[in-house]
């Protein structure tokens, strides 16, 4: 007994310091633009992904994860919105990894054909791309920190929030999808879950936002053009009303538009998603 006791003892106190460790740690790099390289698996990596990150405020008290779509760059983002220019100007630091062909699944399975990297890419940004952001003073659980992206990335943001509770106080989706059974015969998610036919309970149940609906829990912006022709409207627009009606009480905002599906729409999104993001932010009871 005396023994279970001290040991309680050293495993709160050391929980303690890790809690003022995290409550007060700053953010080691620099305002401007950084590239870091993290691992593609933690034992026997197979590459690199690279990492760019914009500091514009050293404390780090506002940090943004900018997913891209399916083989899209990550500097696409900056390269073609003005998404640079006003973060900076609000005071939020950039964090944008290359996601290459992920479709931010959680698992592989035997019948997957397309692996983007060791680790699946949900997997990845739980695992090892946030603890390694962490050890740099971004991503803390008592900052304010969003994840948004587009296309496949806006899927993937919807389920970075959903895979890692507790760090992400909002999010934005622009031209997502939600719900894989409505494209039952998708080349991306057939060539990772396998035909729909076959593995039914995988596209029902694994990585798919629709089923997981009642586990949403922070506010959420949805964005998506009418004239899209990639990724259909219906997705935001069924995902959004389900939501609405589960969870009344959360923020959920839609902004729909006759666009399409590219850089032109999304840079019209700029502004919206951070302003939606600057009144979640005071909504908090920050200045």
């Known amino acids: 007994m005396k023994r279970f006791f001290l040991l309680t003892i050293v495993l709160l106190a050391a929980g303690m310091v890790c809690c003022s460790h995290q409550s007060q740690a700053q953010c080691t790099l620099a305002p401007g633009l950084h590239t870091i390289a993290l691992p593609d698996a933690v034992i026997n990596p197979g590459k690199t992904i690279p990492i760019d990150i914009i500091i514009s405020d050293s404390n780090c008290k506002k940090n943004i994860l900018v997913l891209p779509g399916w083989n899209f760059s990550r500097k696409r983002w900056i390269e073609e919105t003005s998404l640079r220019q006003e973060a ?10 290359e996601m290459s062909v992920t479709i931010y699944e959680s698992q592989y399975y035997p019948e997957t054909k397309r692996k983007w990297a060791k680790t699946p890419g949900s997997q990845w940004i739980k695992e090892i791309c946030i603890p390694e952001l962490q050890k740099r003073g971004l991503l803390l659980s008592n900052q304010f920190n969003a994840v948004m992206g587009l296309s496949t990335g ?26 894989q059974t409505r494209m039952k015969h998708d080349k991306l998610m057939t060539a990772v879950y396998g035909p729909y036919e076959y593995y039914k ?39 959004y009303e389900a939501l609405k009606k589960a969870k009344p009480d959360i923020t959920i905002t839609i902004n729909d538009c006759a666009c399409g599906h590219d850089f032109i729409y999304w840079n019209s999104e ?11 932010y005071k909504k908090a009871g920050n200045k």
């Open 201 to 239: 309970n995988r596209w029902e149940n694994v990585d798919n936002p629709f089923a997981m609906i009642a586990e949403w829990n922070i506010p959420l912006y949805l964005g998506h053009g009418t004239r899209d022709t990639v990724v259909p409207h219906e997705q935001t627009k069924i995902f």
């Open 88 to 97: 900076t100007k609000r005071g939020y630091n950039l964090i944008l990894p």
């Open 154 to 179: 806006g899927r993937g943001a919807v389920l970075t929030a959903l895979y890692n509770k507790g760090i992400f106080k909002a999010a934005a989706s622009l031209s997502g999808d939600f719900d």
């Open 270 to 280: 700029v502004v919206p998603v951070l302003d939606f993001f600057d009144t979640i």
